[in-house]
């Protein structure tokens, strides 16, 4: 049985390991985001928009919205996690979404409609290095999941269809 396989006593991989690592940590921060004190400002969260003045940890603006974001990304992780395949995807995916976003924070009136996430300066540079990280990871950790086996997912498929 590889480390791609599912079940019990399965080994994880490096990418798995890092998926579920990032899956859990966004699954705390959703968490946290509802917590009063650790998010200040706490009776000032909106469900979304620019309004709200809900700070996580006194620095990152939040809404319901934005928590629930993270809620969702925190579950993806955590599930994607099984398999080395999806680990990458979650991981790429993940990592260009979150450009995405620096690049739409960046590009928006912070006082207009169109920050309904809501995000600010330490919002935008944290989406970055988030983007950053997670690319670098399904990268450099996809590849070598591939080395590791000796071939690439295509390969094995190939061989797979052929022993049968």
């Known amino acids: 049985m590889t480390a791609t396989n599912r079940g019990a006593g399965t080994a994880k991989t490096p990418i798995q390991i890092a998926t579920l690592a990032v899956g859990a940590v966004f699954l705390l921060v959703g968490v946290l985001g509802f917590v009063p004190g650790v998010t200040t400002n706490y009776d000032t969260m909106t469900a979304a928009g620019h ?3 809900a700070m996580l940890l006194g620095v ?8 629930v974001v993270h809620l969702v990304f925190g579950v993806a992780g955590i599930l994607l996690a099984r398999s080395v395949p999806r680990s990458r995807i979650y991981l790429l995916g993940g990592g260009a979404i979150y450009l995405v976003l620096f690049v739409y924070g960046l590009a928006i009136d912070r006082d207009g409609p169109a920050n309904f996430v809501p995000l600010n300066t ?9 983007a950053l990280g997670m ?16 071939t690439s ?3 094995a498929a190939d ?4 022993v049968q």
């Open 60 to 67: 990152f603006n939040v809404s319901i919205l934005h928590n």
């Open 153 to 155: 997912s295509r390969a």
């Open 122 to 130: 330490a919002d935008n540079w944290l989406h970055l290095a988030l």
């Open 159 to 162: 061989r797979r269809g052929r």
């Open 51 to 53: 309004h709200s003045g």
């Open 135 to 150: 690319i670098a990871l399904g990268l450099l950790l996809g590849s070598r999941a591939n080395r590791s086996t000796g």
